[in-house]
């Protein structure tokens, strides 16, 4: 388990360097705070195998959770 959580947290480390894009604010910040939980809990050499299974689905709720701010329609020009 632990290595399918570090891979999991090292791919979203990856899409966290890319920066926002056109991710909402809220759903960014969601994602961001999550990674941050997740590096504290791969940090910890005690971590538990049910809080890694735990904080895997976290991780995997938050990447999924990203959302992309709405558009806006070009305004024509007549």
């Not at 791919?11 to 056109?22: A, D, F, I, S, W």
């Not at 791969?42 to 995997?60: G, V």
Request: glycine fraction near 6%; aromatic fraction near 6%; charged fraction near 20%.
């Amino acid at each position: 388990m632990e290595a399918k959580f570090q891979t999991i947290l090292s791919v979203l480390n990856t899409v966290l360097t890319k920066g926002q894009g056109n991710s909402t604010d809220a759903s960014w910040k969601a994602f961001k705070d999550t990674i941050a939980q997740g590096s504290a809990l791969a940090a910890k050499p005690s971590a538990e195998k049910e809080d890694m299974i735990a904080m895997f689905q976290k991780l995997r709720l938050a990447a999924n959770g990203l959302q992309l701010k709405p558009m806006t329609p070009p305004v024509s020009q007549l």
